[in-house]
């Protein structure tokens, strides 16, 4: 709690517009694949990140790492990422720390969103917009170091036992 003797107020936004980011980030180069909305994410928004990545014609294998979302373990995803030869590998129930992607989206919060007033919410979205244009110009030095493959690994696991 904070107290101070002089009233204060921030300002807010007021609404429930929401806008939603489903991303898949090239491990290697960094390259970032983006589909965005202003209602909901669901299996279809999924299959349209699946074909934008099969769009790339990639000739290496590829494997998109997936939280355990409902809406991404569906037969639609999974049966349309077969034919398209994507491989999904979803993750273990609370673990995004080991999704690359995440910290892309904690960078994105920090430089637009944090602390920050939009006056509408076209603002607000151009905002993100812009800030995710420039991951490969503005903020590749940044991003370069905080997207590496470096994750932490134990080699002795101790267990608490009571």
């Not at 898949?24 to 999924?46: F, G, K, P, R």
Request: one cysteine or more; a positive charge.
């Amino acid at each position: 709690m904070l107290w101070c003797f002089v009233r204060q107020f921030v300002r807010a936004p007021s609404g429930r517009q929401r806008f939603n980011v489903l991303g898949a980030l090239n491990a290697i180069t960094h390259e970032l694949v983006l589909v965005t909305n202003d209602t909901y994410i669901n299996a279809l928004s999924v299959c349209d990140l699946l074909h934008r990545i099969a769009a790339l014609g990639l000739t290496v294998p590829i494997t998109l790492v997936l939280d355990n979302a409902r809406y991404q373990k569906c037969h639609l995803v999974r049966d349309l990422a077969a034919t398209l030869n994507i491989e999904l590998l979803f993750l273990p129930t609370y673990s995004p720390n080991l999704n690359l992607i995440e910290r892309l989206w904690k960078f994105v919060k920090k430089k637009c969103l944090y602390s920050t007033y939009y006056e509408n919410f076209t603002v607000f979205t151009g905002a993100i917009s812009t800030c995710l244009s420039k991951t490969h110009t503005t903020y590749k030095t940044e991003l370069d170091s905080l997207l590496s493959l470096n994750f932490q690994t134990f080699e002795k696991s101790q267990f608490l036992t009571r």
